[in-house]
């Protein structure tokens, strides 16, 4: 298995706060996505990064941001969660690209009350 | 406006026989096809590709094919397993100008395979 590690993995919070979600990688790829997975929509990019401090958004990018620091780790931040949110979210890597094969995380469940 | 579509939620199969998931696509821009498989509470796993150059790709019991014509494509899976079961998404991306576009993933179809 690719090592991806997202933290939380489950998570309930109140509408308002700020949540931040972990994606910790060790294979050293240039690229990481955050996904949503909803019902009824499949997986939809929030945003994606493309090196250390390189970022960019995705189709579904509104109330949320990230960061990349390093290399390996890929931060998504709710400034102040919504029920909207409420999801199941996915990190995701890749070495050249989403083109090629990519490796997700095995989630995070959100839950916004 | 949905680009990537997978119009069956589900399918159900009897094991040994073949399973054939569709996806239809609307950009004609797409040049690259993805399949990813989805176990409950897993993340999606990288199944199988094709580019637009292809239309066919084969890997052991999964064969993709692409029909850019009617902008389409189906994987098959012969013969089906009961491990087989999970939700499979279509994806796709652009190639423009020479910049590989994002993947747009489609809803995904829910593949049963009955013993």
């Known amino acids: 298995d690719a090592g991806i590690t997202q933290s939380p993995r489950h998570k309930v919070t109140e509408t308002g706060t700020p949540v931040t979600l972990r994606c910790h990688q060790t294979e050293n790829h240039r690229y990481m996505y955050w996904y949503r997975q909803d019902p009824g929509h499949g997986l939809r990019l929030i945003h994606y990064?493309?090196?250390?401090?390189?970022?960019d958004k995705g189709e579904v990018s509104d109330g949320y941001s990230v960061s990349r620091s390093k290399t390996e780790d890929f931060l998504l931040t709710l400034e102040s969660a919504t029920s909207s949110q409420t999801s199941v979210y996915f990190c995701a890597i890749s070495r050249t690209g989403m083109n090629t094969e990519a490796f997700f995380g095995q989630g995070t469940r959100l839950t916004v009350v | 406006d949905q680009q990537v579509k997978q119009n069956s939620p589900s399918l159900s199969v009897q094991e040994g026989r073949i399973s054939i998931l569709n996806c239809d696509y609307t950009n004609s821009m797409f040049d690259y096809f993805l399949w990813y498989k989805k176990y409950p509470a897993e993340g999606p796993t990288f199944l199988i590709s094709i580019s637009s150059i292809k239309d066919k790709n084969e890997d052991g019991r999964f064969t993709v094919f692409l029909n850019k014509s009617a902008k389409h494509l189906s994987l098959h899976i012969v013969p089906s397993q009961p491990g087989d079961s999970a939700v499979y998404f279509c994806a796709a991306s652009a190639n423009y100008g020479g910049s590989q576009g994002n993947l747009i993933f489609g809803k995904g179809t829910k593949l049963s395979v009955k013993p």
């Open positions: 990064s493309y090196g250390v401090k390189d970022t």
